[in-house]
């Protein structure tokens, strides 16, 4: 079963904007994580929030949690072209596996 | 360096037949999982071990079958009753459940041909 959904399912920008994607979930959790994908490739860890955290910076990446939205963004600043790639959220509900969703598909033009 | 690697990249398989996708690491993770990937959808999980000789179905896990008889490796057998197997599969493994980030490998694309 899907737990997370992001918004937008896609996004395009230029490059040295700012851009936010968006995970909404269904059930508690105990974390939530972050991943990348470039394109025919597998997933890359981004960064990691526990439930009882509200925000977290790793480099160019901010991510929140509000637990009580039961939603999470994330927050790529200065985009560059490389950051080009889907991105999913993914929550750990305490079930011994990660739930992933669907993906933002983010296009950054030079 | 230590990783995860999937093998084959690609893998063609006819109609009836039974295939396996190939998951190592050295890592020294306990726990490792099986997700499918099909276009512009999310990841679904096949199965997971967290420990080795066992192993757990995930939502999907009818017409796959796996193995965990060391604790680098978990491969994935992609059988004929799999309707439609045509998809990639990427493996990942994590120290163990709970609280962990998943290293990914770079996945098996499978066609049925």
């Known amino acids: 079963s899907q737990q997370g959904e992001e918004d937008p399912q896609a996004l395009s920008i230029q490059e040295g904007e700012n851009a936010t994607m968006n995970c909404s979930y269904k059930?508690?959790?105990?974390?939530l994580q972050w991943y990348r994908q470039n394109s025919g490739r597998g997933l890359v860890h981004l960064i990691l929030?526990?439930?009882?955290?509200r925000e977290k910076h790793s480099g160019r990446l901010r991510v929140t949690l509000d637990t009580s939205k039961k939603s999470s963004s994330l927050l790529i600043t200065a985009s560059r072209a490389a950051d080009t790639a889907s991105y999913f959220c993914?929550?750990?509900?305490?079930?011994?596996?990660?739930?992933f969703g669907k993906g933002t598909m983010l296009l950054v033009s030079p | 360096d230590g990783g995860i690697t999937q093998s084959p990249k690609y893998l063609f398989r006819k109609e009836g037949q039974n295939v396996t996708l190939s998951c190592e690491q050295n890592?020294?993770?306990?726990?490792m999982y099986w997700y499918r990937q099909d276009p512009g959808q999310g990841l679904r999980l096949i199965y997971y071990?967290?420990?080795?000789?066992?192993?757990q179905k995930g939502d999907i896990a009818e017409g796959y079958s796996v193995s965990r008889e060391k604790k680098e490796s978990f491969p994935l057998t992609v059988t004929s009753a799999q309707k439609n197997p045509t998809a990639f599969y990427l493996c990942?493994?994590?120290?163990?459940?709970?609280?962990?980030?998943?290293?990914f490998g770079s996945g098996t694309r499978l066609t049925v041909v």
């Open positions: 990942a493994s994590s120290p163990r459940t709970g609280f962990y980030g998943y290293t």
């Open positions: 059930t508690s959790i105990n974390n």
């Open positions: 929030i526990r439930s009882n955290e």
């Open positions: 993914a929550t750990d509900a305490g079930y011994s596996t990660l739930t």
């Open positions: 890592l020294n993770h306990d726990a």
């Open positions: 071990s967290q420990i080795v000789n066992d192993f």
